[in-house]
T-cell receptor, first 116, second 110 residues
Framework: DGGITQSPKYLFRKEGQNVTLSCEQNLNHDAMYWYRQDPGQGLRLIYYSQIVNDFQKGDIAEGYSVSREKKESFPLTVTSAQKNPTAFYLC???????????????FGDGTRLSIL | SQQGEEDPQALSIQEGENATMNCSYKTSINNLQWYRQNSGRGLVHLILIRSNEREKHSGRLRVTLDTSKKSSSLLITASRAADTASYFCATETSGSRLTFGEGTQLTVNP
C-alpha cells in the first residue's frame, strides 16, 4: 500500500546528542514536510522540500536540519542546539505544490521524541 | 501567531447528535482544509474547500467557507463514538504552505 512511514515510533535523546528521524514515502510525491506538535497544540512547520536537493526553513527551523537526496526520503535531524526537543514529530507529503495547487497533505504516524 | 483558530477548544456530545466546529483565519487563502487526528496518530485529510467555493459535502461532513468573514465551519452529522478525535483546520496561502490551528477535541459519548 502507498503511504508514509516514519521511524522510529519512539526515540530518546541524551543531552548533547543529535538524533535523526526517518521519513519515507512511496506515493511519488514531490513535496515533503516536517512538523512539530506539542501537547494540546496544532502543528508548526519545521522544514519543507518541494523537490529533490532543495528545502526551505519553516517557522521553527532553529536546532533542526534536513536533507533531500532522494525523492522518497526526507530525514530530520534534531541537533543538540534544539534545547526543548520533546515533542511529537510528523512528516507529510503532497503532490508538487505550486502557487495554487489545492492538494491535501498525507501524514505519517509520527515519532515521539523524549529527553533522557 | 496561528493563522487558523478553532472554536471551541473542546466539544462533548452524545452519539447521534451533530457536532459543529469553527475556524477563523487572518489572511487571504487559496484553500482551507480540515484534518482529523486520533490520539497518538498522524493527521488524516477530511475535506478541502477552495477560496471560490462556499460549501462542500463529503458523507456526513459539511464544510462551509465565508471568505468575507475569514471563517469556516465543519459539521459532522449523526455523530458516532468513532468520530472522537481532534479536528484541525489548515489554511493554504500563496507559496503552498499549510498553517494549522490548534484544534478542537471532539468527544462523542456512546
Amino acid at each position: 500500500d502507498g503511504g508514509i512511514t516514519q521511524s522510529p515510533k519512539y526515540l530518546f535523546r541524551k543531552e548533547g546528542q543529535n538524533v535523526t528521524l526517518s521519513c519515507e514515502q512511496n506515493l511519488n510525491h514531490d513535496a515533503m514536510y516536517w512538523y512539530r506538535q506539542d501537547p494540546g497544540q496544532g502543528l508548526r512547520l519545521i522544514y519543507y522540500s518541494q523537490i529533490v536537493n532543495d528545502f526551505q526553513k519553516g517557522d521553527i527551523a532553529e536546532g533542526y536540519s534536513v536533507s533531500r537526496e532522494k525523492k522518497e526520503s526526507f530525514p530530520l535531524t534534531v541537533t543538540s542546539a534544539q534545547k526543548n526537543p520533546t515533542a511529537f514529530y510528523l512528516c507529510a507529503s503532497s503532490t508538487r505544490q505550486g502557487a495554487n495547487s489545492n492538494q491535501p497533505q498525507h501524514f505519517g504516524d509520527g515519532t515521539r521524541l523524549s529527553i533522557l | 501567531s496561528q493563522q487558523g483558530e478553532e472554536d471551541p477548544q473542546a466539544l462533548s456530545i452524545q452519539e447521534g447528535e451533530n457536532a459543529t466546529m469553527n475556524c477563523s483565519y487572518k489572511t487571504s487563502i487559496n484553500n482551507l482544509q480540515w484534518y482529523r487526528q486520533n490520539s497518538g496518530r498522524g493527521l488524516v485529510h477530511l475535506i478541502l474547500i477552495r477560496s471560490n467555493e462556499r460549501e462542500k459535502h463529503s458523507g456526513r461532513l459539511r464544510v462551509t467557507l465565508d471568505t468575507s468573514k475569514k471563517s469556516s465551519s465543519l459539521l459532522i452529522t449523526a455523530s458516532r463514538a468513532a468520530d472522537t478525535a481532534s479536528y484541525f483546520c489548515a489554511t493554504e496561502t500563496s507559496g503552498s504552505r499549510l498553517t494549522f490551528g490548534e484544534g478542537t477535541q471532539l468527544t462523542v459519548n456512546p
